[in-house]
């Protein structure tokens, strides 16, 4: 995410809608690498992309299978995502639907899931065990929950500069939500990954949550 912009404004649509209409692209026109590496091997069915953006991984998530709905505050980026989908993936573009809502105004979430993706839906920490609790809730029994974010290591090793930065998480800030005998935790790590920042490389870490619904 950009340093440049006023982060006090984040939880709004405004702030959504004018970042994503500055340039045709923001973010990578690839899947987000850790849903590549954990949703691969899943059987394909409902999915929920929520802060879906620009629509890369729930056109990934159709691609292989998937009935998506990506689901974003942002007019902009639902109308760039639905573009997107229907030039870039015609052929699975009536597996996907997309949906404007704000999940923190307690967007009804429309209904339970085999997979729940959230990657890099970060908000106030305040808000965050409401928000993530419901994600949870609308996974179906044997279904998954991915959570990937930006983990709070990325300030001491300065490659993050954040003036909010308790909207960094580790995984255990998820994982506490997860009752033990509701959920199978897979995966609850926080992997390195090397970035080209500018033509400088930089480490970043992520956090990853994998967790399974007990049926
Ligand atoms: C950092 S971007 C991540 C986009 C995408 N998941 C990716 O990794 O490329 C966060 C996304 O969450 C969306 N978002 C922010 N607050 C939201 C809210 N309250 N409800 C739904 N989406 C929200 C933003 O519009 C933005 O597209």
């Known amino acids: 995410m950009s340093q440049e912009h006023d982060i006090s404004r984040m939880w709004t649509q405004e702030f959504w809608d004018a970042r994503y209409a500055e340039s045709d692209a923001i973010w990578s026109r690839d899947p987000n690498p ?72 307690g967007a009804p979430l429309p209904a339970e899931f085999d997979l729940v993706s959230a990657q890099f839906m970060h908000v106030p920490r305040g808000l965050f065990d409401g928000l993530y609790a419901r994600l949870a809730a609308a996974v179906r029994p044997g279904g998954s929950l991915l959570v990937v974010g930006h983990h709070p290591d990325d300030l001491a090793s300065g490659a993050r500069h954040h003036d909010a930065p308790d909207i960094l998480f580790p995984p255990e800030q998820v994982t506490a939500l997860l009752g033990p005998r509701g959920w199978e935790v897979r995966v609850a790590d926080a992997p390195v990954r090397l970035i080209d920042r500018d033509g400088e490389p930089m480490t970043l870490r992520d956090t990853v949550v994998h967790a399974v619904r007990r049926a």
């Open 34 to 105: 850790r849903l590549v590496e954990h949703a691969s091997d899943l059987s394909p069915g409902n999915a929920l992309d929520v802060g879906s953006g620009e629509g890369t991984d729930a056109i990934w998530l159709a691609s292989r299978g998937w009935t998506v709905t990506g689901l974003d505050l942002s007019q902009v980026a639902i109308d760039r995502a639905a573009a997107r989908a229907a030039t870039l993936a015609p052929d699975v573009s009536g597996r996907l639907t997309w949906l404007r809502a704000d999940l923190l105004a």
